[in-house]
């Protein structure tokens, strides 16, 4: 993306000709082409009902990428935002929100409970320096933890949710499920944070190269404790959404849903090791998971071969992008 | 003097951690210090024991191997489903390639096409997983060979044939490992590839056999495995990557590559092996081993940055980076 011209602008010495936008966004041109063959090959798959349904799949899995792409851009991997969703949705309906301070306390309460895991991470892995994948699983076991002893490793429900809380999940505003308008929100909010504040702008240096970042004189522990917080935020968002459209919980839910986040992020062309990474590419990651999963279950394609082509899929774009980059430079 | 013993426990600290362990585990449960529980204890860790003796090599030379878990469905499958048709012998034989095979394409990605390998054997998880429940249309598959069935518990001098598998390759592996030449590009590899390969080592032969080992032993893990509980599952294997690992780290190799040993990989499995069997034994429900187990591995992780802080303080100052 244009992360690093947009410091100064002034530095530009070449003006971006179609070539340069298209290799940029090659994510994006990928989501176009397999849509249009989609088009093509499915009555099905190009009508209103279909792509609203698609979009209401990928809201959750969108809300917890686009936090995980804050923590991946500052150079550190989040691997506990599927613990920490499923902590959220269970804080929410063990609250038992059936009425308006209810609703407000179980809210509340999950968005406390994902901001938390977020500072220990940030404080851990931010501050203390320790290796971010390792230190993740850790805090991911110990927020899973955290949920079964919460929940006694049982099953949860809550019977008569507070209706303005319920419609979060099951509402419709128009023909538009509501659980997009939070996917939306989360991406317009993500994408000005990364790109018109001077957060933003720390998080990009920092992820880039921490040592020169620090010598610059930014708080590279505090912008990292700040992208870990979001991301817990972010992921605590989608919980709530979660606990209000099913209104019962697995304790054992989100574990394992960080890997799909992941794999999201890096088609998105977020780079593993910091630094380079966007709002708006996570979007089409995600996007082009949610259409393929679409039309996969559309051609009847069952959920064990699915998982086989995912699995190719990521490996296949993650080759694509080093074989370009190497032919490149 | 002090700072002698200082060094000795701060190097020895997972055996420390492992001897507490045991000595608590002692006192609070009359059952566990019995012929019989140890038994217990040994085969229960042996099947990642034998994992976390493949994943030691991979993280040594500065990779990770999330695959495994698939792996050791996909072969307790193979092993279990093939065994009306081919007997066990030969449906375990193909169990064990077909590891050899995905940690071969593990390792071509990550040298031949240059994919990190933490992505690389992301997809790799992904895509086995599927396989594993594509080929048994997602049911588990009961065993039919009762010699099968008895493998992996068969005492040898009174241990279980699966604990004497792990005891045999973790010391065959130690030894390559510490006192090989080839065993020492291990860990020139991981510290320093460009170096390594500029003086002439075989980089990718090195990165190649890593690989091939690990999700070999993914596959060795996975048979014995399916011994045990006598039926090839395509579900089983869910947090093993993450408790190998666990395993691994809690034993002193370093995530980012060049140090690590078997004998410390052996303290950290036990030390999980211990934790969870004395928890059983005094009837401590399973999630608080989850927290327990991760808890301890982000200690380990803030004592390693400590200890690392201490010994490198001078290269802190230049970089002010580890």
Redesign the interface.
Same mark, same amino acid.
């Given at each position: 993306m244009t992360d690093t011209l947009t410091v100064r602008s002034d530095v530009r010495v070449r003006r971006q000709t179609l070539a340069d936008l298209l290799r940029e966004n090659v994510i994006w041109a990928v989501l176009v082409f397999v849509v249009i063959i989609l088009s093509l090959a499915s009555d099905v798959f190009l009508t209103p009902l279909n792509i609203l349904n698609i979009l209401r799949q990928i809201s959750i899995l969108g809300i917890v990428a686009i936090g995980m792409t804050f923590a991946m851009i500052g150079g550190s991997f989040d691997l506990t935002v599927g613990a920490t969703m499923g902590l959220a949705t269970v804080v929410v309906i063990q609250l038992q929100p059936v009425d308006p301070q209810s609703a407000a306390v179980a809210v509340v309460g999950g968005l406390l409970a994902g901001l938390l895991v977020g500072v220990v991470n940030g404080v851990l892995v931010g501050r203390l320096e320790t290796n971010s994948v390792v230190t993740t699983i850790g805090t991911l076991y110990a927020v899973w933890g955290i949920t079964l002893i919460y929940t006694k490793a049982r099953h949860i429900w809550v019977v008569g949710m507070y209706p303005p809380l319920a419609a979060l999940g099951t509402g419709r505003l128009g023909p538009f499920p509501l659980p997009i308008f939070a996917f939306a929100i989360t991406a317009v909010l993500g994408h000005l944070a990364l790109t018109a504040t001077r957060f933003g702008r720390y998080l990009y240096a920092t992820g880039g190269n921490s040592a020169s970042a620090r010598l610059s004189g930014i708080n590279v522990g505090r912008v990292r404790l700040v992208s870990y917080m979001l991301s817990g935020l972010a992921a605590a968002i989608a919980g709530i959404v979660i606990a209000a459209r099913v209104q019962n919980v697995d304790p054992s839910f989100g574990v394992g849903f960080e890997f799909d986040v992941l794999a999201a992020v890096i088609l998105g062309g977020t780079s593993l090791f910091g630094g380079r990474g966007s709002v708006l590419g996570t979007v089409a990651g995600v996007l082009l998971l949610g259409v393929l999963g679409n039309a996969m279950t559309l051609m009847g394609i069952s959920y064990q071969f699915q998982l086989m082509i995912r699995g190719i899929i990521l490996v296949a774009a993650v080759a694509a992008n080093v074989i370009v980059r190497r032919r490149r430079g | 003097m002090l700072n002698r013993w200082r060094q000795i426990i701060l190097e020895q600290r997972v055996l420390l951690v492992l001897l507490v362990l045991f000595v608590a585990a002692t006192l609070l449960s009359e059952d566990f210090l019995t012929g019989r529980n140890l038994q217990n204890v040994l085969t229960q860790v042996a099947t990642d024991g034998i994992i976390a003796v493949g994943m030691t090599f991979v993280i040594i030379t500065a990779g *990770?191997d999330l695959s495994v878990g698939s792996v050791v469905a996909l072969a307790s499958v193979i092993a279990v489903g093939l065994q009306p048709h081919t007997g066990s012998v030969a449906s375990s034989s193909l169990a064990l390639l077909a590891g050899l095979v995905i940690g071969l394409m593990n390792g071509l /990605?990550v040298t031949k096409?240059? &994919?990190?390998p933490?992505?690389?054997t /992301? +997809?790799? /998880?992904?895509? &086995?997983? +599927? #396989?594993a =429940?594509?080929v048994t249309d $997602?049911r588990p598959i009961s065993g039919t060979d009762p010699a099968f069935a008895e493998l992996a518990t068969t005492p040898v001098l009174g241990i279980p044939l699966a604990a004497v598998v792990f005891l045999v390759l973790l010391l065959v592996c130690h030894y390559i490992l510490r006192s090989t030449t080839w065993g020492r590009g291990f860990f020139a590899v991981g510290s320093n590839l460009e170096a390594s390969w500029l003086s002439g080592l075989k980089v990718d032969t090195y990165l190649l056999a890593a690989y091939a080992l690990t999700s070999f032993t993914a596959a060795l893990g996975g048979i014995l495995l399916a011994s045990r509980i006598n039926t090839g599952s395509p579900v089983v294997g869910?947090d093993t990557p =993450?408790v190998v690992?666990?395993a691994v #780290?809690l034993g002193g190799t370093s995530?980012?590559g060049g140090a690590g040993s078997l004998v410390g990989t052996l303290q950290g499995i036990l030390v999980l092996g211990i934790l969870s069997n004395g928890m059983n034994l005094i009837g401590v429900? @399973?999630?608080?081993?989850?927290?327990?187990?991760?808890? #301890? /591995? *982000?200690l380990?992780? =803030?004592f @390693?940055?400590y200890y690392v802080t201490h010994k490198n303080r001078f290269r802190l100052q230049i $970089?002010?980076?580890?």
């Open positions: - | *990770v /990605l096409v240059g &994919v990190n933490f992505i690389s /992301l +997809g790799m /998880l992904t895509f &086995v997983r +599927g #396989l =429940l594509g $997602t869910e =993450l690992i666990t #780290l995530f980012t429900p @399973d999630f608080y081993q989850t927290i327990v187990r991760g808890i #301890l /591995l *982000v380990v992780m =803030l @390693d940055r $970089t002010g980076e580890a």
